[in-house]
């Protein structure tokens, strides 16, 4: 299938695409850092970012199918590239003919999320870590979702809990009500995002995606995905 990837160079984007590209399909990842893209068979670059309509537009024709892993820091700005983004996708999906998109979301948006019975965690842990620094984002996050649903195209949006990179897909669970768990390993996410392409059971729905095997500590996790991801920036 001829595929194209939003944030295509981030943690999630970049499994995206090699397991798009190991499953056979034909990819085209869009980025705004197009040489930090290796080179592959099967696999186009469009240098573009995904608030330029007409660059979105531009890399979404000919396609079949739009894949997004739009994503960004936690920060204390304003945050508008999920609900942009996905605005320009929208149109030029509607444009160009194409029906089919599967897009990256936060469990922190569902309303009966429970990440875990501790009640230390929810209370003071999550907050501290995840509701508070990620308020600006979670904000964007329900704009773009609201666009999506409001379109008409075939969607399903993929809510993942705290993301972390594992080596290998595990026997992860889906969340067809509301998402239970703390963590969402990338490789599972891209894993489940893939599979929309060839499975119509959540079409017009958000889902949930959990990693029960392999996670991290919660001080692992606060050290890789947080304070040293911070230091690297």
Not at 164 to 173: G, L, N, T, W
């Amino acid at each position: 299938m001829r595929i194209v990837v939003f944030g295509a160079n981030g943690p999630t984007g970049r499994e995206l695409v090699g397991q798009a590209l190991a499953a056979g399909h034909q990819v085209t990842a869009v980025t705004r850092r197009p040489e930090q893209i290796l080179p592959r068979e099967r696999l186009a670059v469009a240098g573009a970012d995904a608030t330029n309509a007409g660059a979105v537009s531009a890399a979404i024709a000919g396609s079949e199918a739009v894949l997004s892993a739009l994503g960004v820091p936690y920060t204390r700005k304003t945050v508008t590239l999920y609900s942009t983004g996905t605005a320009n996708i929208i149109a030029a999906m509607q444009d160009n003919g194409v029906r089919r998109l599967v897009v990256t979301g936060s469990a922190a948006l569902d309303p009966g999320y429970r990440s875990t019975d501790s009640v230390l965690f929810r209370q003071v842990m999550e907050p501290l870590f995840m509701r508070l620094p990620g308020k600006t984002v979670y904000a964007d996050n329900r704009r773009m979702e609201a666009l999506i649903r409001a379109s008409s195209l075939e969607w399903t949006i993929v809510r993942a809990c705290w993301l972390f990179s594992a080596r290998q897909v595990s026997d992860y669970q889906v969340c067809e009500d509301s998402i239970r768990g703390m963590f969402t390993a990338r490789a599972d996410l891209a894993a489940f995002l893939l599979a929309q392409l060839a499975d119509d059971r959540f079409v017009r729905t958000a889902v949930g995606v959990v990693t029960t095997t392999g996670t991290p500590r919660i001080v692992q996790q606060i050290w890789r995905e947080g304070i040293k991801k911070e230091k690297k920036s």
